[in-house]
């Protein structure tokens, strides 16, 4: 089993950016499908940005394509979500989660292994 532990959320304002962190211990990502999801108040948990056949294929939200990229560093089996041009309405938790299969959803349901989440919190 897989373990996630999520960093580098915070508050910010508007325009501002911020790295997200997800490291893996227990095994690696290996070629297995990652993604980022997020819980704002009051909403579902909704699809960010996801990598699938390890890292070769990467995925995201209409809402945030153009301003946040997913990428990984295999030698520290971390999986990252930089954040640009941030705002309000990204306001949520943010959660990585991975698959045991390399094939692309933007589903919770489809995803195993969840860590525990980093808050993000932007300002107008």
């Known amino acids: 089993q897989v373990q996630l532990v999520e960093s580098g959320g915070g508050l910010v304002q508007a325009g501002d950016s911020l790295r997200l962190s997800c490291a893996a211990s227990?095994?690696?990502?290996?070629?297995?499908?990652v993604g980022w999801f997020r819980r704002a108040p009051g909403k579902e948990r909704e699809f960010v940005a996801a990598?699938?056949?390890?890292?070769?294929?990467?995925y995201y939200a209409d809402s945030v394509k153009g301003r946040f990229t997913i990428s990984r560093d295999n030698a520290k089996n971390t999986v990252y979500l930089q954040m640009d041009s941030l705002k309000p309405e990204d306001t949520a938790v943010y959660y990585c989660?991975?698959?045991?299969?390399?094939?692309?959803?933007?589903?919770?349901?489809?995803?195993?292994?969840w860590g525990q989440g980093t808050q993000v919190t932007v300002s107008s």
């Open positions: 989660a991975t698959r045991t299969v390399p094939y692309y959803s933007n589903l919770p349901s489809d995803f195993g292994s």
């Open positions: 990598f699938s056949r390890s890292g070769g294929i990467t």
């Open positions: 227990g095994r690696t990502f290996g070629n297995n499908a």
